[in-house]
């Protein structure tokens, strides 16, 4: 039982590139969810699901992307990375709008 | 933010004393929770509290909430080296929202 697994921990990009970081739960949970952390400060919800096929849109969601094909899977599409992307993203999962379940992180570089 | 803030923004203190934080928050709720981070790591759960309850227990924590006023606490009694860390807590259902946290550093 690995729990949320988030790939990769680290990520330098170039402005206007793009990429998806990868978030996974082996735990059956329904609700998933994408946060950006900016140093100093709180989480900041940046979109969710509630199942599979069901996404929708958090406090910061311009400039990401998400889908939700299957329960297990939650990617995060960064689509023209921009410096102000420059975050440590969590992916998060939870049963039943309860307790929450996170990742380790990405740390992610836009230069 | 559509959570509120905690308070105070940093804490200083001796281990073997008490530490509290405090959380305010703006919508009605089903339940708040209170999440540890460790620097550089993922949020943890520590604990649960629901909206018709007023207090809840968790070995050292202790969480009160006081739905009228939109606010919850946080005490760690006791406290240790270990528990320096980020405190945030999260209200929501669907959407959960966190305050910027409360940074305690205990001092051995």
């Known amino acids: 039982n690995a729990g949320v697994t988030q790939t990769p921990k680290f990520q330098v990009l170039k402005t206007g590139q793009s990429m998806t970081l990868q978030c996974a739960q082996d735990?059956?949970?329904?609700?998933m969810s994408w946060y950006r952390q900016d140093p100093g400060m709180g989480l900041r919800l940046i979109h969710y699901?509630?199942?599979?096929?069901?996404?929708d849109q958090g406090e910061v969601p311009n400039g990401y992307n998400v889908s939700r094909s299957t329960t297990e899977d939650f990617p995060l599409r960064l689509l023209s990375a921009a410096p102000s992307q420059t975050s440590v993203y969590f992916c998060?999962?939870?049963?039943?709008?309860?307790?929450?379940?996170f990742g380790s992180g990405t740390q992610l570089s836009v230069l | 933010s559509q959570q509120g803030e905690e308070d105070p923004q940093a804490l200083s203190i001796q281990e073997g004393e008490n530490a509290t934080m405090n959380c305010s928050y703006k919508?009605?709720?089903?339940?708040l929770q209170w999440y540890r981070q460790n620097s550089g790591r993922g949020l943890v759960h520590l604990i649960l509290?629901?909206?018709?309850?007023r207090e809840k227990h968790s070995g050292r924590l202790r969480v009160t909430l006081d739905t009228s006023k939109k606010s919850s606490s946080l005490l760690i009694t006791a406290s240790r080296a270990a528990d320096t860390a980020s405190y945030f807590c999260?209200?929501?259902?669907?959407?959960?929202?966190f305050g910027s946290g409360t940074k305690l550093n205990v001092k051995p």
């Open positions: 699901s509630v199942g599979a096929g069901i996404t």
């Open positions: 735990m059956n949970h329904e609700y």
């Open positions: 509290i629901r909206s018709n309850e």
């Open positions: 919508t009605s709720i089903n339940n």
């Open positions: 999260a209200t929501g259902l669907n959407k959960f929202y």
């Open positions: 998060a999962s939870s049963y039943a709008g309860e307790k929450l379940f």
